[in-house]
């Protein structure tokens, strides 16, 4: 099983960076995903890791280390929009997805 | 194209009745899934299916049950639905092929009274 442990909320203004840490224990490792879920909303697909290092789209970065079973997402100027649950999901030997319980994201103007 | 639909949005169920929720997908992903997400809980996975044909059980199967008749449809039913099946369902596939990110349909609200 997976055990994956994230803030369960933040708080941070408009223009800034927030950066959310996700920390797993798993039995198995197939990739680490990240997805942005607005209230009342399906979650959609932000990032992707499996290899350590970090991956940049745009304004959002995501960061993986193995060893430490550490991941993060980073959010760069940040807008009212990005205001939302953002789930850390880990992937295991068997392809199967475990979520974390999400960090809710509130940005203020 | 629509991508994943689910059907109904919102229900209200009294105990005991039987439901069944519908998911269709027209991306011709080979795999779905089928998830309940409740507060503080995050998503967790109640059954899936690699491929048409195929099924299997998550972390959180009992009381649920599936079938995969074709690729586009993965229906979800509550033989007899309890009060703490009260919950979001959400259905999602995924692609073929790395990395396999998985997509979500809109979800369904479930009320069991």
């Known amino acids: 099983g997976q055990n994956i442990d994230q803030p369960t909320e933040m708080t941070a203004t408009e223009g800034a960076i927030v950066q959310i840490n996700c920390t797993y224990q798993?039995?198995?490792?197939?990739?680490l995903f990240w997805y942005q879920q607005h209230a009342g909303e399906a979650p959609t697909f932000l990032s992707y890791?499996?290899?350590?290092g970090l991956e940049e789209k745009g304004r959002f970065s995501s960061f993986l280390s193995r060893s430490k079973g550490y991941s993060y997402l980073l959010l760069k100027e940040l807008q009212m929009k990005d205001s939302a649950s953002y789930l850390c999901?880990?992937?295991?030997?068997?392809?199967?997805?475990?979520f974390g319980a999400g960090t809710t994201v509130t940005v203020r103007a | 194209i629509a991508g994943i639909t689910q059907a109904p949005t919102s229900q209200i169920l009294a105990a005991g009745r039987r439901m069944t929720l519908r998911c269709t997908q027209d991306?011709?992903?080979?795999?779905m899934y089928w998830y309940r997400q409740d507060l503080g809980l995050g998503l967790r996975l109640i059954h899936y299916?690699?491929?048409?044909?195929?099924?299997g059980k998550g972390e959180v199967p009992d009381g649920y049950s599936v079938s995969r008749a074709n690729t586009d449809d993965f229906p979800l039913t509550l033989a007899s639905a309890v009060p703490s099946q009260t919950s979001v369902y959400f259905c999602?596939?995924?692609?073929?092929?790395?990395?396999?990110?998985?997509?979500f349909g809109p979800g369904t609200r479930l009320t069991v009274l």
């Open positions: 890791n499996v290899l350590d």
């Open positions: 991306m011709r992903h080979n795999a």
């Open positions: 999602a596939s995924s692609e073929s092929g790395p990395p396999d990110t998985q997509y």
């Open positions: 798993t039995s198995g490792f197939n990739g």
């Open positions: 999901a880990v992937r295991d030997e068997d392809y199967k997805l475990s």
């Open positions: 299916s690699n491929t048409a044909g195929t099924t």
